[in-house]
């Protein structure tokens, strides 16, 4: 069975892997999402989105409105595990017209609702997070977000984490290495930028410095 990007999507990527034979507009719609998610983290903005497009007129094709709902919120965590903002419009357009309760936990849990969410319809991997996030423990969240075993959904917690709560270094260079192992350069560019001004903020110019001319490096 092929390796599937986050949880949100088991459903989809275990009819992919299933012995019955597999609808042509599945397989379209997995292998353009791929494309997109490969491109997304590359930093190739240019050659990503079209893929996305593609993914999602197999699906729409499909007439497959869970599965389509699923793509839009894997898109919108992807943006929030490079720290980018994200148009939810196109996911309440869906959910008005087929609401999903998984879909709309994990659509809470990218949007910072914690108390919206109901624990046993978000995904595992983001369980023990969610709590710490209600108590908004930096500390503990650290550990937490590091345990998560895939390096994606560990970013997006990340993500989750810096885009609603106070945040440190820690986190920042958690994300950094995970994106710098996985040769992510999009949400490498993020962390560090990040990091940059964290820095800065704290008037710790000399280690800001040298995030500017690692960055400067990295440009060439």
């Given at each position: 069975?092929?390796?599937?990007?986050?949880?949100?999507?088991?459903?989809?990527?275990?009819?992919?892997?299933?012995?019955?034979?597999?609808?042509?507009?599945?397989?379209?719609?997995?292998?353009?999402?791929?494309?997109?998610?490969?491109?997304?983290?590359?930093?190739?903005?240019?050659?990503?989105?079209?893929?996305?497009?593609?993914?999602?007129?197999?699906?729409?094709?499909?007439?497959?409105?869970?599965?389509?709902?699923?793509?839009?919120?894997?898109?919108?965590?992807?943006?929030?595990?490079?720290?980018?903002?994200?148009?939810?419009?196109?996911?309440?357009?869906?959910?008005?017209?087929?609401?999903?309760?998984?879909?709309?936990?994990?659509?809470?849990?990218?949007?910072?609702?914690?108390?919206?969410?109901?624990?046993?319809?978000?995904?595992?991997?983001?369980?023990?997070?969610?709590?710490?996030?209600?108590?908004?423990?930096?500390?503990?969240?650290?550990?937490?977000?590091?345990s998560i075993s895939d390096p994606i959904s560990r970013l997006i917690a990340c993500g989750v984490w810096v885009k609603h709560f106070s945040?440190?270094?820690?986190?920042?260079?958690?994300?950094?290495?995970?994106?710098?192992?996985?040769?992510?350069?999009?949400?490498?560019?993020?962390?560090?930028?990040?990091?940059?001004?964290?820095?800065?903020?704290?008037?710790?110019?000399?280690?800001?410095?040298?995030?500017?001319?690692?960055?400067?490096?990295?440009?060439?």
């Amino acid at each position: 069975m092929r390796k599937y990007l986050i949880l949100a999507l088991i459903v989809f990527i275990c009819a992919c892997g299933s012995r019955q034979q597999i609808p042509d507009w599945k397989e379209t719609a997995f292998r353009n999402f791929e494309n997109y998610k490969k491109n997304f983290l590359n930093g190739k903005e240019g050659v990503s989105e079209p893929h996305f497009v593609k993914a999602k007129q197999a699906l729409s094709d499909g007439n497959d409105l869970n599965l389509l709902a699923k793509i839009y919120l894997t898109k919108y965590a992807l943006h929030t595990a490079v720290l980018e903002d994200f148009d939810d419009s196109e996911f309440i357009r869906i959910n008005k017209l087929e609401s999903s309760n998984s879909n709309f936990a994990y659509y809470n849990f990218l949007k910072g609702n914690f108390t919206a969410v109901e624990d046993n319809f978000l995904p595992s991997s983001y369980s023990g997070i969610l709590k710490i996030a209600r108590d908004k423990d930096l500390t503990r969240a650290v550990g937490e977000i590091n345990s998560i075993s895939d390096p994606i959904s560990r970013l997006i917690a990340c993500g989750v984490w810096v885009k609603h709560f106070s945040y440190d270094e820690n986190i920042l260079q958690m994300a950094i290495n995970t994106s710098a192992e996985n040769g992510w350069k999009r949400p490498l560019w993020a962390y560090l930028s990040k990091l940059q001004k964290y820095y800065l903020d704290r008037g710790e110019t000399a280690k800001a410095q040298n995030i500017n001319k690692r960055l400067d490096i990295l440009k060439n």
